[in-house]
C-alpha cells in the first residue's frame, strides 16, 4: 500500500522558516520524481518544488526560488521541503505527491502526480 506522510507544518511569524519532510512506504522510492505541492484556501493547488531520483535536478516555483529547497534521502525514502524567509502568502495546505510514470520529473503539473499525502498547514503570520 502506498503511503506518503507529511509532517513539519506549524505557524510561524514572516520571515521565519519551517521544515517538512514526508515519509515514504509501500513502492520503490529510488525510481520516482518527488514533488511539493500547496493548496490555499480558495485558491487552486500549485506546485512548489520537484525532485528527480538522484536528486541531480530540482524545478522550482518561481514564487519560491531562493527561498524553498527540496532534498530526499533515498535511504531513508523521505523528502524533505526547507522553507526558509516564510512570507503570509506561503500559507496553505502542502501536499507531498509522487510521480510513478518518471524518474526525471517533467514540471510542476499535478496532473502527472497520481499518488498524494494528506497534507499538513503552514501559517504565516505578518
Known amino acids: 500500500q502506498v503511503k506518503l506522510l507529511e509532517s513539519g507544518g506549524g505557524s510561524v511569524q514572516a520571515g521565519g522558516s519551517l521544515r517538512l519532510s514526508c515519509a515514504t512506504s509501500?513502492?520503490?522510492?529510488?525510481?520516482?520524481?518527488m514533488g511539493w505541492f500547496r493548496q490555499a484556501p480558495g485558491k487552486e493547488r500549485e506546485g512548489v518544488a520537484d525532485?528527480?531520483?538522484?536528486?541531480?535536478?530540482?524545478l522550482y516555483a518561481d514564487s519560491v526560488k531562493g527561498r524553498f529547497t527540496i532534498s530526499r534521502d533515498n535511504a531513508k525514502k523521505t523528502v524533505t521541503l526547507q522553507m526558509n524567509n516564510l512570507k503570509p502568502e506561503d500559507t496553505a495546505m502542502y501536499y507531498c505527491?509522487?510521480?510513478?510514470?518518471?524518474?526525471?520529473?517533467?514540471?510542476?503539473?499535478?496532473?502527472?502526480?497520481?499518488?498524494w499525502g494528506q497534507g499538513t498547514q503552514v501559517t504565516v503570520s505578518s
Open positions: 525532485i528527480n531520483v538522484d536528486g541531480s535536478g530540482t
Open positions: 509501500g513502492y520503490t522510492f529510488t525510481m520516482v520524481c
Open positions: 505527491a509522487a510521480d510513478f510514470n518518471r524518474a526525471s520529473c517533467r514540471g510542476l503539473d499535478q496532473g502527472d502526480f497520481g499518488h
